[in-house]
């Protein structure tokens, strides 16, 4: 089963969270719509997908996340606008 890791924002330059999941629509939509309303994401509206990657297994997204979470704001910056210039909210183009 396909997992990913996912990097959202409430604008460009804002605040980032990196999270992992099985179910990439389903989570993107759980932020948009504060399902968790006392989380980091709900706190900060972190709500807008700018970055994601796709994984075979669980363990691999996961050790990712592990290793993205570990870098400067800098290096998350410059993934996201190789990608994502504009940072456009990414959501709409989840298959």
Do not use: C
């Not at 979470?69 to 910056?77: C, L, T």
């Amino acid at each position: 089963m396909k997992h990913y890791i996912y990097i959202i924002t409430n604008k460009k330059d804002g605040v980032l969270y990196i999270g992992e999941t099985k179910n990439l629509k389903k989570r993107i939509y759980q932020h948009k719509n504060k399902v968790h309303p006392t989380t980091f994401s709900a706190r900060y509206n972190l709500d807008k997908l700018v970055y994601s990657e796709e994984f075979e297994t669980k363990e691999e997204a996961k050790l990712r996340e592990k290793q993205m979470k570990k870098w400067n704001r800098a290096w998350k910056i410059e993934l996201i606008e190789e990608q994502n210039a504009k940072w456009l909210d990414l959501y709409n183009k989840i298959k």
